[in-house]
């Protein structure tokens, strides 16, 4: 079972102030990947200022349903990630597993969802490089350089956050977590809803700028 | 050991509002509203990302030391998007 004295670690006074500590870290963490995306988001603001014309041309390709559909699964995954550590705060050790799982159930829809759009996109030429989609302009290709790099990284960061929640999940499953000791739980679902609020300013970026034509 | 534990009844009150506010921007990129397209876009996701950070995230409920730690990051970011955008917009 997990016990305060098992999970307190001997630096700290007691599991309150675990806690706190280790959610100042989460969020020191997560200003580093804000700053991280960060140089990515500048480089999309900096090029769309430079080539607007080019990259509402480029833009007209991405598949609105399927971004739009992977958006309202990871808001979905966020519901299920805070109520997971909604049933660890009321001791429901066994909704916490269940909605550890849908949650890495959503995540990986996500990832499946990107899977087919990725080659959707490949069949349709839209990788940059010399054999780039004809039509298009040459500066298309840095906005879908851009797709490919920001899309990329969060799909990387998805992965990441399935791992995590599957390890917490295992953790779960052995009941190593309570009403008084559920840290990892926290810190781990703060994380994914990090990557969700980079979707949530991936999708309007890339799916939905100038599409009313 | 948790001073707020929240309704449950919150947490899909909030999912509603995300799932509408992704219905809107979906519903408003169809229409043509000039330059606001973009505006209105940004200040939608502004507010999904606000919902998720202070109720998902609890920082509504943390201790100020959290608050100043989220800010920081956000701070920085803009400044980097200020200074280099008073760079490049203002070129010849």
């Known amino acids: ?39 990515l988001f500048m480089s999309y603001i900096t090029y769309r200022s430079f080539y607007p014309r080019e990259f509402s041309a480029a833009g007209q390709h991405t598949i609105i349903l399927y971004g739009t559909l992977n958006t309202a699964i990871l808001l979905t995954s966020s519901l299920t990630a805070a109520l997971s550590v909604h049933a660890a ?125 | 050991m948790d001073a707020h534990i929240l309704p449950r009844k919150v947490y899909y009150r909030i999912w509603l509002a995300l799932l509408l506010l992704l219905l809107l921007t979906w519903g408003l990129a169809q229409i043509n509203l000039g330059p606001f397209n973009i505006v209105v876009m940004l200040t939608i996701a502004v507010a999904k990302m606000l919902l998720v950070i202070l109720f998902f995230m609890h920082v509504k409920y943390n201790p100020r030391l959290t608050w100043i730690f989220v800010a920081a990051g956000f701070i920085w970011l803009l400044i980097m998007i200020e200074l280099t955008l008073s760079d490049y917009l203002t070129r010849g």
């Open chain 1, 1 to 39: 079972m997990g016990d305060a004295h098992t999970a307190l670690q001997e630096q700290f006074d007691d599991l309150e102030q675990q806690k706190e500590a280790s959610t100042l870290g989460m969020w020191t963490f997560l200003a580093t990947e804000v700053l991280f995306f960060g140089g």
């Open chain 1, 89 to 213: 705060q009321e001791n429901r050790t066994n909704w916490l597993f269940r909605y550890l799982i849908m949650t890495v159930f959503l995540g990986c829809c996500f990832l499946g969802v990107k899977a087919v759009e990725y080659h959707d996109d490949i069949q349709e030429q839209l990788i940059p490089g010399p054999h780039f989609r004809a039509g298009l302009p040459a500066q298309g290709q840095i906005f879908w350089f851009l797709y490919w790099a920001m899309t990329g990284l969060h799909a990387l960061h998805v992965l990441a956050g399935v791992g995590l929640l599957s390890v917490i999940a295992l953790l779960a499953a052995r009941r190593k977590f309570s009403d008084r000791y559920h840290h990892p739980v926290e810190i781990s679902a703060l994380y994914w809803h990090f990557v969700d609020i980079v979707w949530i300013f991936l999708y309007p970026l890339f799916y939905l700028i100038d599409r009313y034509h």
